[in-house]
């Protein structure tokens, strides 16, 4: 029941243009339907249905024993920032320092802290859409204005370079780049990366590479725009441990970027965090360096899942849908169905119980698409698509 209050609620204006991440909202209703004894596969929620690796686990459990239970330095402590350098530079070919290291509590608040510690009113920021909604909603929230480049499934979802130089304009102060892709699973090949940083040029315009899903690339290799020589200055990395570990709830991630850059990031710490989770941090630096087999283990498991569902996807009335090539998300092609891609979730979620997300769920350009995680078990992912199936039968 609403509540009654005496005064009315006065909020700032900004907040009227703030966004939100759909997948929250849709956990909740299908949660709802639970609770009247409805059954519901979830493959609405972007994250790995796998535990924290064992190993890391116990440097958690490890560390809260040891002490590492209070305030750390704002960019993170040293030894992890050193770690995830040495990473970085590993994995992306290029030299990094600690000072260019910030750790925060998850991927997301790099989006946040780039955008505000970048961002001017009327400045021009061009995202992926579709593409994770956090992006044009923190843009339009700093009075951004978010100009879109379409991902379109004729380019399996990467960056047209042509319409992106069309894009750039005097205005122009951050490109957001995501690969692999959140909610396609499409990624960008060397090529298209070396092409997007001839488009940009020697324009001081900075780049947000949001490479959460670096590690679960299936076909092809990753390549981010920080090893195309000279970009490496106007590029924000932004990694984490999130989806590569299994770690979403010990929320921490961090941002690669030059070191005055990254001393401002710092600084947007101290005023919102103070610091990441002590603890988690210690677990963080056993993740990076200590067994991988893990990650691969999952990514292999992924895949096959990938490939069952794509198959199934592809024999259903209405629904098509290409391989994607990284992340644990596939995105079907719908519009043969004749549905929009809202009524079409909203249906599948209350009369066949699937959670899946609406392609606009990430931007107007998603519309004909819908979204299905799959970060669950393939006993789940057969019988969500025998529904999805039954459900088209019936209704279509
Ligand atoms: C593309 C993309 N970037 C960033 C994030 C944020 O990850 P985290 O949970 O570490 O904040 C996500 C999570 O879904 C994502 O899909």
């Known amino acids: 029941m609403a509540q009654t209050t005496q005064h009315e609620l006065q909020l700032a204006r900004r907040m009227s243009r703030l966004g939100t991440e759909t997948a929250f909202e849709v956990l909740n209703r299908a949660k709802a339907l639970e609770k009247q ?28 024993h040891k002490g590492w239970t209070h305030y750390g330095p704002s960019a993170g402590l040293p030894e992890l920032r050193q770690t995830i350098a040495d990473y970085v530079a590993r994995t992306r070919n290029v030299k990094v320092s600690s000072e260019e290291v910030v750790v925060v509590p998850g991927g997301k608040p790099i989006i946040f802290f780039t955008i505000l510690a970048l961002i001017d009113e009327g400045d021009e920021v061009i995202y992926p859409n579709p593409g994770f ?21 004729g380019r399996d979802f990467s960056v047209d370079v042509d319409e992106l130089s069309t894009l750039i304009t005097d205005r122009t102060r951050l ?8 909610p396609t699973g499409g990624m960008m090949s060397r090529r298209d990366v070396e092409q997007i940083a001839q488009a940009i040029g020697d324009r001081n315009i900075m780049v947000l590479s949001d490479e959460i899903y670096s590690r679960l690339v299936f076909e092809g290799e990753h390549f981010s725009i920080m090893s195309v020589p000279g970009m490496q200055e106007r590029t924000i990395l932004l990694d984490g441990f999130s989806k590569t570990y299994a770690m979403t709830g010990w929320r921490m991630g961090y941002g690669v970027m030059r070191a005055d850059l990254a001393a401002h990031v710092s600084r947007l710490m101290t005023n919102s965090n103070s610091c990441t989770a002590s603890f988690t941090q210690m677990a963080g630096i056993e993740a990076l360096r200590g067994d ?5 283990r999952m990514r292999d498991e992924f895949k096959k899942r990938r490939d069952v569902v794509v198959d199934r996807l592809n024999k259903i009335k209405g629904f098509s849908c290409r391989k994607p090539h990284g992340a644990f998300y596939v995105f079907p092609n719908i519009k043969a169905t004749g549905w929009k891609s809202k009524p079409l979730a909203d249906a599948l979620l209350e009369q066949a119980g699937v959670a899946a997300l609406s392609g606009t769920a990430f931007g107007d350009f998603g519309e004909g698409y819908l979204r299905f995680s799959v970060a669950n078990s393939l006993e789940n992912l057969e019988e969500a698509m025998n529904r999805v199936d039954a459900w088209t039968k019936k209704n279509l």
Do not use: C
């Open 175 to 182: 490109i957001i780049l995501n690969s692999p892709h959140n």
């Open 37 to 64: 004894g409805k059954s519901v596969i979830h493959l609405e929620i972007g994250e790995p249905d796998f535990d924290t690796p064992g190993n890391v686990i116990d440097a958690g459990v490890d560390a809260l």
């Open 292 to 296: 991988q087999a893990s990650v691969d």
């Open 133 to 153: 909604p956090i992006y044009e909603s923190m843009v339009r929230y700093v009075g951004g204005k978010a100009v879109p480049i379409h991902l379109s499934e």
